[in-house]
């Protein structure tokens, strides 16, 4: 009961910085410096929970102040304090919670099924072609027997190239904003291409089977 509580008293702190202080934290952000760098880890920790900026336009915000190097290792850094966050408090605080809700969820269960076997290539899979979304994605792992390690590593790897390209168009915005969002087109394209085939080969095995 004491870790629930302390889980829900977190959560509820984060969400309410991220929502009612939105504004502030990305003037904080575009000022640059180094309060301006801790800003901004908080910040993409806190839309790991509670998306009150899409991270595109946050990570390239963010590219876009720092430069391509720094945005990168500012947003990956922030990411990864959330997403690890988000792990041990669906291991820890809400597992009974979170394991209710997605038993009613049959292709959820499958893939944790998956996940258990294959877990590196598995999360690695999911964080760089986003087929299911990144909070299911921290849920099933924080409920599976997932080394929280295995979890860090393959989840720190598949979360580059995103946050690379998307630090890097931020940082070319200003001196050429079409190359920037040629570059943002082209991987989304890229990204539901891969999805489409995907979701095809199911489809067709389905079918088959």
């Given amino acids: 009961m004491y870790k629930r509580i302390l889980s829900i008293s977190l959560l509820v702190i984060v969400i309410a910085i991220g929502f009612l202080q939105k504004d502030e934290l990305i003037l904080l952000i575009k000022e640059g410096g180094i309060l301006s760098i801790l800003i901004s880890m908080l910040f993409v920790a806190i839309c790991v929970f509670f998306p009150v900026i ?85 849920i099933i792992c924080g409920l599976s027997k997932v ?12 979360k580059i190239p995103n946050i690379l390209i998307l630090s890097y168009a931020g940082a070319s915005f200003t001196n050429n904003k079409l190359f920037s969002f040629g570059l943002y ?12 085939i995907a979701i095809y080969r199911k489809m067709a095995k389905e079918t088959v089977d």
């Fill in 54 to 138: 899409p991270f595109p336009v946050l990570a390239g915000v963010i590219g876009g102040v720092f430069g391509t190097t720094q945005g990168v290792i500012v947003s990956l850094t922030g990411a990864m304090a959330g997403t690890m966050s988000f792990f041990f408090l669906s291991r820890y605080g809400f597992r009974d919670y979170a394991q209710s809700k997605l038993m009613k969820y049959p292709k959820v269960q499958e893939y944790e099924e998956f996940l258990n076997r294959n877990s590196f290539v598995a999360i690695l899979t999911c964080r760089l072609i986003p087929i299911i979304p990144a909070p299911v994605v921290n």
């Fill in 147 to 158: 080394n929280w390690l295995t979890f860090f590593t393959s989840t720190t790897i598949g």
């Fill in 185 to 196: 087109g082209s991987y989304i394209l890229v990204i539901f291409i891969i999805y489409f």
